[in-house]
């Protein structure tokens, strides 16, 4: 039997020290989709840069990701752990600037801050200090909530709580 199945577009914004989170990522929306999205005629489809754009040239990089697929996503899931990102022409990161898309078009964005143990010797301080900077700007505007998580598989678990949280009470899928 044919049924109209609800597509969301989930974007997945990170810095390249996002690695193992991926792929958590990935097997949680998978189990979502075979699970409470199949008993509702809803599937999550992930977006991630490295998967979804193509090269093009004669434009910005990051407007070029726009058009390609960032600007047909519904919400969005951030992680920061040591690494901000690469600046674009408008923003210290291209993290940062799908965030400010995201948030100056209303639309919601899971964020989650890693504070899993890392080697020293691969800690940029730069950069580090750039995920402090923003954690504590947002924090003191008070502009959202955010989780922080010890290791991978605590990741999971308030992944697992705000993807199931999030679509039944943005969209009523239960």
């Known amino acids: 039997m044919i049924k109209d199945v609800k597509i969301y577009n989930v974007l997945i ?26 008993n509702n005629y809803i599937q999550l489809k992930v977006h991630f840069w490295k998967f979804n754009s193509y ?3 004669g434009n910005d990089p990051q407007e070029i990701l726009f058009d390609e697929f960032i600007n047909d996503c519904d919400f969005a899931i951030v992680i920061f752990w040591t690494n901000f990102g690469h600046p674009t022409m408008k923003y210290k990161s291209g993290v940062q600037e ?32 750039n995920v402090r900077d923003y ?8 502009i959202g909530l955010h989780y922080t998580y010890n290791n991978l598989k605590e990741f999971e678990d ?9 679509m039944e009470d943005m969209y009523g899928y239960r």
């Open 158 to 166: 308030k992944l697992r709580y705000c993807i199931y949280t999030y």
């Open 98 to 129: 799908e965030i400010e898309n995201f948030y100056s078009n209303a639309k919601d964005i899971i964020m989650f801050f890693s504070d899993c143990p890392v080697c020293p010797s691969k800690i940029d301080l730069k950069q580090l200090k």
């Open 55 to 57: 090269p093009l040239y």
């Open 13 to 38: 914004s990170c810095a390249s020290d996002i690695k193992e989170e991926l792929d958590i990522i990935e097997a949680v929306i998978d189990f979502y989709n075979r699970t409470t999205g199949y």
């Open 135 to 142: 954690k504590k700007s947002i924090e003191k505007e008070r």
